[in-house]
C-alpha cells in the first residue's frame, strides 16, 4: 500500500490542522513536537528550525498568509513593513525562507480572509496560487490544491530540451502551457531574447495540442511592412506588383495546426485590423480577393517587450489585444531571476556542449592523458565540492569561487542562449589548453582541470554592458561610412548552428586579410583587446580555418 502524502501545517492556530486531520485522510499529518503541538506550529522561527532538521519528514506544507503572533516572532518582510501588516503577510515572509532552504518542497498558501490578495504583498509572490479556506465547504478545493503542489514537485527538472529548474515561475508556466495547449484560445508568450519562446510554442504548445495540422513559425520582425497582409492572409495574382500567381498565406497554410507569430508587437497596424478580424471570425480574406477562406488555426504570439505597454503607447490596437486572451498570457522569466538553478543549468550545458564530437574528441584525449578511458563522465565542480578531492573516474572541470561569483552576477542579457554559448566557450578553452600542454610534452596528473577565471570575465565581459532592449531591437542599421560594417552572403544552410558558423568564418576571413593575418589586430577589432589574440586564434582553429591556406 502506497505511503501516504506528508503534510506540515503552519499556522498560528489549530483550525486548518483539525480540519486536514478530520477529512483529509489521504494524508498524514507532521507532527512537530515538542516545538508545537497537536499538528502544529506556533509561527515562523518555529516551523524553519524544525524544517532545518527534518524536511526530509515533509512533503508538502500548508502555509497559512495572516499569523497573529508576538512582534518579536515575525519574520521581516521585503521591503520592511510595520507589525501590523507584517502579521498579515507572515506568511509570505516565511515562504521566502522556506524557499531559500528547501527550494523544491511544494507549498500551498491558505488564508480565511476574503479581502486578502498577494497582489497587495509584493510583486514576487503575486502570481502564487492561493486558497480562500472559508470551511467545510472548500475541503475539495484544498485536497485539490495539495494534489496539483505534490505533482508539480514530482516533475523532472529537465524536458524535452528544457531546463525548468526548481523556480516557482517556471513551475507555474510548466503547469500552465500544459492546459493551454488543450484550448483553443490563443496564448501570448512574453519574454526577452534568448529565453526560448519559440520552442516552447512548437514544443509545448503545439504538439501537446493533439492538431493534425502543422505548425508554422513567422518571424514579424524580418519581413516588411507591406509584405506582412500576404504573408499572413495570403494574396491573389496581380493583387500587388510581382504577385504573378495566387499565394497562400500563413493562415492557410496553418490551418487546423498552430500559426506562432514571433515578435507580434511590430505588425503594421492596418494588419493588425485584418487579424484581429481572423481571429473573431475564423475566416481570411487573401489580398486583392472578395472571397473569404475559412481557417482553423490555434494562434500564439510571442513579444519581447509586455504588450499591455504597446497598447499604451498607440503601437497596438487595444481590441486586438483583449482577443489575444491577455488572460492566459505567458512570462517567461529571464535567467537572471533563476539564479537559485544557475549550477544544475551550468553542469546540464557543459554537458550538451560535450556532446558535440569535436569537444567529446578533446575530452578524450585529456583523459586518456589522465589515466581515464575515453568518453569519461565530466563534471563541472564549483563551491563546497571543491574542498573535496577529485571523484574518482570522473574529469572535472572547476569553477574557482571568483569565476563562480562572476556568473551568478552577470546579468545574463541573453538569457539561457547566452549561458549556452558561454559554456561551450569555457569547456572549449579549458580542453583546448589542457590538450595544447598535452601535444608540447607536458605530464598531466590530476584529474580535475580548473577553468581559467579570466577567461569567464573576458567570455561576460561581452554582453555585460549591451542593454538587454538591444539585444531585441532585431538587425542593426549600419552606415556606409562605418569602417566596421561588412557586408556577409547568407545562404541555406542544414541548421541555424550551421549558418551562424558561416557567417563567423566570413568575419574571420575578413579581418584576417584586411588585419595581414595578425591576430592581435583582430583580437582589438573584435573584442576591443590585443592582448586576446590566443583566443581569436583559437576560435579562428575551431572554425576549421587555416592561415597558410589564407595566405596563401
Sequence with gaps: MPRKPRLLVIDDGLDYARAVAAHLPEFELVDPSPLGSEGRLPDGPAALAFLQDHAKRVDVVLLDVSFDVPEDRLLPLDPP???????????????????????GLPVVLLTALEDLSLADASHDVSAESMTYFLGAGDLDTLRIR???????????????????????????????????????????????????????????????????????????????????????????RGAYTGSVADRKGAFESAHRGTLFLDEVQNIPLDAQKQLLRVLQ?????????????????????????????????????????????????????????????????VRRLADVALERPELSELRDLVARAVGLRAGVRTVVVM????????????????????????????PWP??????????????TFTLFAAVDAIRSGLSLESTRLQVDPGLVQQLLASTAQVPVRALDQGRAQASDDDPDAMTLHVGPAESLNDLARDLEKQVMQRLFRESGGDFGGMADRLLGDAGRARAVRLRFNQLGLRVRELRG
Excluded at 389 to 406: T, Y
Excluded at 414 to 427: K, Q, S
Aim: proline fraction near 7%; charge should be positive; include cysteine.
Design 81 to 103: 513593513a510595520p507589525p501590523k501588516r507584517t502579521r498579515r503577510f507572515q506568511g509570505v515572509a516565511i515562504l521566502r525562507e522556506i524557499r531559500k532552504r528547501c527550494p
Design 146 to 236: 495539495c494534489h496539483a503542489a505534490l505533482q508539480e514537485a514530482s516533475l523532472t527538472l529537465e524536458e524535452a530540451d528544457v531546463l525548468w529548474g526548481r523556480a516557482p515561475a517556471m513551475r507555474a508556466l510548466r503547469r500552465r502551457l500544459a492546459v493551454l495547449a488543450r484550448g483553443a484560445l490563443p496564448v501570448i508568450l512574453e519574454g526577452e531574447t534568448g529565453t526560448g519562446k519559440s520552442y516552447l510554442a512548437r514544443r509545448f504548445l503545439h504538439e501537446n495540442s493533439g492538431r493534425k495540422g502543422p505548425f508554422l513559425s513567422v518571424d514579424l520582425a524580418a519581413v516588411p511592412a507591406d509584405l506582412v497582409p500576404a504573408l499572413l492572409f495570403g494574396a491573389v
Design 281 to 345: 471570425e475564423g475566416r481570411v480574406q487573401p489580398v486583392g480577393s472578395t472571397r473569404d477562406v475559412p481557417v482553423d488555426v490555434k494562434v500564439v504570439v510571442a513579444s519581447n517587450e509586455p504588450l499591455a505597454q504597446a497598447v499604451a503607447l498607440g503601437r497596438f490596437r487595444g481590441d486586438l489585444y483583449m482577443r489575444l486572451s491577455p488572460p492566459s498570457r505567458l512570462r517567461i522569466p529571464p535567467l537572471r531571476e533563476r539564479l537559485d538553478d544557475l549550477a544544475f543549468f
Design 383 to 410: 563551491g563546497a565540492d571543491l574542498r573535496a578531492k577529485p571523484a574518482d573516474g570522473v574529469l572535472e572541470l572547476a569553477l574557482h569561487q571568483s569565476a563562480w561569483d562572476a556568473l551568478r552576477g552577470h
Design 414 to 427: 541573453g538569457n539561457m542562449r547566452e549561458l549556452g554559448m558561454v559554456l561551450e566557450n569555457l569547456v
